[in-house]
């Protein structure tokens, strides 16, 4: 049996880190889900001690989607906890957002470094996680506030449909989440939020979009 410590073998240690919080994530499908998620945001944290941006951007960016997933799942558990509810949310929204800009960036050198987590489906999650704090009265927002969240849950959901393939299941959820955040700048808006919304939307897209609004 091979043995690995956080002193000298600080990257193999982080790996097993990281195995463990997807092992306990697993785990939470099935059974006790905040105890095993709660123990997968323990691991992913210590992976991260580690697992630095600026030492290890890609392996840093695939351990923060793992944590982030986390986080969401666990405000998925709190529905009658809203306080709690919004905390995970926000934590989620924080490191999506930081995973995906280290993606960003590499694939932005020069050849692009790929990570190993699938970049649009986290977008997918960010916008999801983005529509639920604008639209659950998690957070007293004013309007103009709670506009922005829908911006930015938009914003993520149409980087996610161009980037799936047409005519794939991908697509089709992502699309799906497009028409249920311009349907909620409706409600939140108005026409007037309905137009912003759909100033937003390429106009190739907005064909298929507007016979679902």
Known sequence: MTHYYSQGEALNWAMIQNN??????????YEQPESWLQLAVGAYQ????????????????????????AFWHLAERCADNPAARREYLQKAISIYDSAL?????LNQQSPPLPVSFDVLATRN???????????????????QSKSRYLELALTQH??????????????????DFVIKTVRAFYR???????????????????????PRL
């Open 20 to 29: 463990l919080g997807t092992a306990y994530w697993n785990l939470a499908q």
């Open 46 to 69: 210590d992976a991260l001690k580690y697992r630095k941006r600026d030492t290890f951007p890609a392996a840093c960016a695939a351990t923060q989607n793992n944590l982030a997933t």
């Open 101 to 105: 800009a280290i993606a960003e960036q």
């Open 125 to 143: 999650n960010l916008g999801f996680a983005y529509y639920q704090i604008a639209t659950e009265g998690l957070l007293e927002l004013k309007p």
């Open 158 to 175: 149409l980087l996610a449909l161009q980037g799936f393939p047409p005519g794939s299941e991908a697509h089709k959820n992502a699309f």
């Open 188 to 210: 939140e808006g108005g026409v007037a939020g309905q137009s912003l919304a759909l100033s937003l939307i390429p106009g190739q897209l907005l064909p298929d979009i507007l």
